[in-house]
Nanobody, 121 residues
């Protein structure tokens, strides 16, 4: 089956930087979209940034100019470079992919397990 494995979360002080990575593995024919969502305590899960296979990007207004999403299609991996981090960025960050499964041709939306990012002094 298909799995997303996230890494890079942790504790960082305000103004600092952190890079998240997410690698998709399994029987994948193609990945249409990969991206990042986050869920802060007491809030719903929200879009952070997404990137299509053709490199079209979409960012939440709150992270524009600070976060950069990138994608290595050959490795089925998406990254989120987070700069100038603020306490309000504290959340569990989830990787997401919409992909076509090899062989069956079925389409799936897959989520990672989430990685905690804490921005605090």
């Amino acid at each position: 089956q298909v799995q997303l494995v996230e890494s890079g979360g942790g504790l960082v002080q305000p103004g600092g930087s952190l890079r998240l990575s997410c690698a998709a593995s399994g029987s994948i024919f193609s990945i249409n979209t990969m991206g990042w969502y986050r869920q802060a305590p007491g809030r719903e899960r929200d879009l952070v940034a997404v990137m299509t296979y053709g490199s079209t990007t979409n960012y939440a207004d709150s992270v524009k100019g600070r976060f950069t999403i990138s994608r290595d299609n050959a490795k089925n991996t998406v990254y989120l470079q987070m700069n100038s981090l603020k306490p309000e960025d504290t959340a569990v960050y989830y990787c997401n992919a919409y992909l076509k499964v090899a062989g069956t041709g079925a389409y799936l939306e897959v989520w990672g397990q989430g990685t905690l990012v804490t921005v605090s002094s």
